[in-house]
């Protein structure tokens, strides 16, 4: 073969002519190692003149936080070396001595280089840290909403009955308080302060309940003898008396022009205003007394909850419930439906349960569950804003007002000696009123109004003194 440092020799004259292959094709074969290894091992300084520009999906090399995945970083491209190491292991297996010959591989070079970005700390991975890079402006966190400690109004309630099974005070929808006091019921006017005497029962009979319909014209008061009465308001005269339970009538729930009612004789008898009849039909499930009833805010389901420790679920057209919750392991008084999520319903235990579940009726899902660490007395549901509020009895008597779904506390009131029994919502959805063995009955503003949703200044701070409701 012809010494190659003798190129430039003039050929012997006595030589045959041959063909020299151009010099691209003297290159020999490179194998894809040998291509891999020269990219890692080629000089990729930049220019000075030249600007370097980042690809914006992938990370810069000398910007990353190399202790995160337990990679060493001694020198300047230590922690590139470590990289390329551990890539040139997944592509090739194992280092031998036998391929480091071969391939000459180096650690010293980046495969890739990218424009140096800013560093950020360890910190700014967490879901609960926000980003403070520059460029990246920052939202205020919303302050809490304030909500006054104390009532801004107390009145005194005599013979309020500490009656965990009756549901005594109901707020209508003209802005006029109903109350049950003994064997009679009166009227509060919240815009005038006035108070009427609607009807005495007589010393034979007691008020067990009491339930305005969605105009608040008309009062519904359920009796100790079983009778359900109906009341014009405006003019205190009664206009129907119907019968057809054989025990105290300590519910009531009005959808329409149909209301129900729920006795301890475990029966929920559905009574249609308009017909003659006293009741069209009769709903029975319950094993023990019915002492909560709610109506959907579409008036397609009733929820009822018993001292059986149930909460059922029926329909418009049902005698039997339609679906069956068993969780509580105390009597179910508290229960409400949610004005924002269609199918929502929000329950509460006694003193052996303590606790507010959650349930989606429409696919039949008990959602979660929270220990009070008290009897759950009553629930009710901001109309204005995604939270609700409970009242309480043993052992704590306090009024606790939740932010849904993260059942977050927002504010804890306390004050009635009693356990607070009764609760009622303003026809605004901004003020409730609860009431307690103590015989009092106390104003709390608790809730935003929908249009201003103020989380700078307190909400009833004012304090009007304290009356009494007759």
Not at 97 to 107: A, L, N, V, Y
Not at 353 to 360: A, G, K, L, Q, V
Not at 406 to 414: D, G, I, P, R
Request: glycine share 8%.
């Amino acid at each position: 073969m012809e010494d190659p440092t003798a190129s430039n020799a003039t050929p012997p004259a006595n030589s045959s002519p041959h063909l020299s292959p151009p010099p691209s094709m003297n290159t020999p074969i490179i194998s894809l190692e040998s291509r891999i290894n020269r990219l890692i091992n080629a000089n990729q300084s930049p220019s000075p003149s030249r600007s370097i520009y980042s690809d914006r999906f992938i990370p810069s090399r000398s910007g990353s936080n190399y202790a995160l995945f337990d990679l060493a970083k001694d020198g300047k491209e230590d922690g590139a070396g470590s990289y390329a190491t551990l890539l040139r292991a997944a592509m090739f297996g194992p280092e031998t001595p036998e391929k480091r010959d071969i391939t000459g591989f180096s650690t010293s070079r980046n495969i890739f280089r990218f424009k140096t970005e800013t560093n950020r700390c360890l910190d700014s991975f967490s879901p609960f840290v926000s980003d403070d890079g520059p460029g990246v402006s920052q939202s205020p966190i919303k302050a809490l909403r304030k909500v006054s400690r104390s009532p801004y109004k107390v009145l005194d309630a005599p013979a309020l009955q500490d009656d965990f099974y009756l549901n005594l005070v109901d707020w209508s929808a003209q802005n006029v308080l109903a109350v049950g006091l003994g064997n009679c019921v009166y009227l509060w006017n919240a815009s005038s302060s006035k108070v009427t005497t609607l009807c005495d029962l007589g010393a034979d009979d007691s008020v067990c309940s009491v339930g305005w319909n969605f105009r608040g014209t008309h009062l519904a008061v359920g009796t100790s003898n079983g009778k359900v009465q109906i009341w014009d308001a405006s003019r205190c005269k009664r206009t129907r008396t119907m019968e057809g339970h054989r025990l105290r009538v300590g519910a009531l729930a009005w959808s329409s022009s149909v209301l129900s009612s729920g006795s301890r004789d475990k029966s929920i008898l559905q009574r249609d205003i308009r017909c003659e009849e006293d009741h069209v039909s009769k709903l029975t499930g319950h094993k023990s007394e019915v002492c909560g009833l709610k109506w959907s805010y579409d008036n397609r389901e009733l929820a009822s909850g018993g001292n059986d420790n149930r909460l059922f679920v029926w329909n418009q057209h049902s005698t039997q419930p339609v679906l069956k919750y068993s969780e509580h392991t105390a009597a179910v008084k508290a229960i409400a439906w949610s004005p924002h999520v269609h199918g929502l319903l929000a329950s509460g235990g006694g003193t052996a349960d303590r606790c507010i579940r959650f349930w989606n009726t429409t696919t039949n899902a008990h959602l979660s569950s929270i220990d009070t660490g008290s009897q759950v007395c009553n629930l009710a549901w901001s109309k204005n804003v995604n939270e609700l509020v409970s009242t309480h009895g043993y052992s704590q008597n306090q009024i606790i007002v939740w932010k849904y779904p993260t059942m977050s506390k927002v504010a804890t009131l306390t004050g009635h000696t009693y356990r607070v029994l009764y609760l009622a919502v303003s026809p605004d959805g901004q003020t409730i009123v609860t009431g307690a063995g103590d015989e009092t009955l106390r104003f709390w503003n608790v809730f935003p109004s929908p249009k201003s949703q103020n989380t700078d200044s307190e909400i009833g701070s004012t304090f009007f003194g304290r009356t009494t409701i007759r």
